[in-house]
């Protein structure tokens, strides 16, 4: 992957020495060994392109952090008050414009635009103008649109309206290039997911590639943001019907071997076998960061006590834990408290440090760090996937789209709604029967029980108009999106989001 980032910075920089007169008669190979003209000759170039345009998803897990601290999920906890300030500011909303966790989430969405734009621009033939054909390159470019509307469509979603771009950039490009509406920004993603559902195959053999179920239900969820519902109910109807189950332990989905299981419709991928890190920046490597942050600050305990420390961050408030009802496995697998732990393990001898800032006791249990799940740098190389659409996602979503469409069908809504409760109590006692506007907010109270600490609270929130009563320090007219980051401002000149 190092080796992929120094081809893509490579590029940029021929981009910027053909782009300058006086260098006009410049070779790049007298600087370097491998230039863009070598590049992209042979179907394997492309297929290890195509890897790299994956990487970048490894680098946005904070905004799963964020879509709870930043909801009334969690807060930032932490070491002391000072303690990761940016996180802190997302909890306490004294966000500013040059917030560090803002700026690394627009600096990695915009690395994974770059590549798979810069992928999209050789699809009929290289920089030499040669066509290069090879056995599932069809396939392969529909991951590729795949992927680009998935960074888009976490750019739209925070900021809006936001540059909109689709071949690799130039000198020229410099300072030109503006926010587009965020309208414009939806209908490209839809446009890049229609690409990719006509060309992925229903099934891969590599984990973690994406498969048309992954396109169809990504495309069902940005619908669902641009209230386009009828549209969304017809699109997540395919994934419905698809090959997927709900696993009767909600425990062991967020489990190491529960990775890529049956109810898995994407996940990022992420290991602990490489010793790349960087303790600067986004690109930290090739684990999954939000579980050392999810972790109990200082835990130890015997051998046989599972659990690793962490930093003590994203805990659980109190109103997400008592939202739970009696009986839901979901609260169990989901809020871990750490005194109720220790106390009923007396055997363990489980020591923790009370994490001082904002202490709830209450850990984000899906991403809890176990023993041996991590190596090189501990920090940064846990192996957890991110579960990022999950079966019941698909299937709250379609309830949703079903019971706010133009001819609501709150008969297949409460089938769908019920199919996650039936999980989640092991019965059909606790079923809904609502219909209407009091289905729609069981639905919405669902998503929040079933999705818990897994970053769409926040976004949830916002997009159905409820942010305002339930998250402190809310504005609306503000809130709902994210400012952009004032470096890019300074650097392009871009316009800033209302009343930041």
């Known amino acids: ?104 989430l627009w600096i990695s969405a915009y690395e994974g635009v770059n590549r798979t734009n810069y992928l999209i621009q050789y ?41 909109l771009f689709e071949g690799k950039l130039g000198v020229a490009d410099f ?9 414009d920004v939806y209908a490209q993603i839809e446009l ?26 990504l495309l069902g969820k940005v619908l669902l943001y641009q209230d386009k519902f009828d549209a969304a109910a017809a699109m997540l109807e395919n994934v419905v019907t698809g090959p997927f189950s709900l696993v009767s332990d909600f425990n062991s989905i967020f489990l190491l071997e529960g990775e890529n299981g049956p109810e898995s419709v994407f996940e990022v991928q992420y290991s602990n076998g490489s010793p790349y890190y960087n303790w600067s920046g986004p690109t930290r490597g090739q684990g999954n960061l939000s579980v050392q942050q999810n972790g109990v600050r200082g835990m130890n305990g015997t051998e046989e006590m599972p659990y690793a420390a962490g ?35 007396p055997d363990l001898n489980v020591t923790y440090t009370v994490a001082p800032y904002k202490n709830t006791g209450l850990y984000n249990k899906k991403y809890l760090p176990h023993k041996g799940q991590t190596s090189g740098q501990i920090e940064f190389g846990w192996d957890n996937n991110q579960r990022t659409i999950r079966y019941s996602d698909v299937l709250l979503m379609a309830a949703e789209a079903n019971n706010r469409a133009t001819s609501p069908n709150d008969t297949k809504a409460q089938d769908y709604l019920n199919r996650v409760r039936e999980r989640a109590f092991g019965d059909n006692l606790h079923n809904i029967s609502a ?7 069981a639905i919405w109270n669902e998503r929040r029980l079933e999705l818990a600490m897994e970053g769409d609270r926040l976004f949830d929130l916002i997009r159905t108009g409820q942010a305002e009563s339930k998250i402190s320090g809310f504005v609306v007219g503000k809130n709902e999106l994210f400012p952009i980051p004032q470096k890019e401002r300074d650097i392009s000149g871009l316009s800033q989001n209302p009343n930041w």
Not at 43 to 68: E, K, R
Request: proline content about 2%; charged content about 20%; some cysteine.
């Open 1 to 104: 992957m190092k080796n992929l980032r120094n081809i893509i910075g490579l590029i940029a920089l021929l981009s910027i020495s053909t782009a300058c007169e006086k260098w006009i008669d410049f070779d790049p190979h007298d600087e370097y060994a491998v230039t863009e003209a070598d590049y992209l000759k042979t179907g394997s170039d492309y297929q290890t392109m195509a890897v790299s345009c994956y990487t970048p998803l490894q680098w946005l897990n904070q905004i799963i952090i964020v879509g709870d601290v930043a909801s009334d999920n969690s807060v930032s906890g932490g070491e002391n008050a000072s303690d990761n300030l940016a996180l802190q500011n997302m909890d306490d909303y004294t966000i500013a414009t040059n917030n560090s966790l803002l700026e690394d």
């Open 435 to 441: 219909t209407g506007n009091a289905l729609k907010l």
């Open 175 to 183: 300072g030109t290039l503006q926010r587009s509406p965020k309208a």
């Open 311 to 345: 930093w003590s961050y994203n805990m659980l408030t109190l109103d997400l834990a008592n939202a739970f009802e009696d009986g839901d496995q979901r609260k169990e697998a989901t809020v871990f408290d750490v005194e109720a732990y220790k106390v009923a393990n």
């Open 192 to 217: 890049d997911l229609a690409e990719a559902i006509a060309a992925l195959p229903t099934t891969t053999e590599q984990a973690g590639r994406a498969t048309k179920y992954a396109a169809q239900a």
């Open 123 to 163: 699809k009929d033939a290289n920089s030499a103008g040669e066509i290069i054909d090879f056995e599932g390159k069809t396939e392969l470019y529909g991951e590729v649109y795949f992927l680009r509307a998935y960074y888009y469509f976490n750019l739209v979603r925070m900021f809006g309206d936001v540059v």
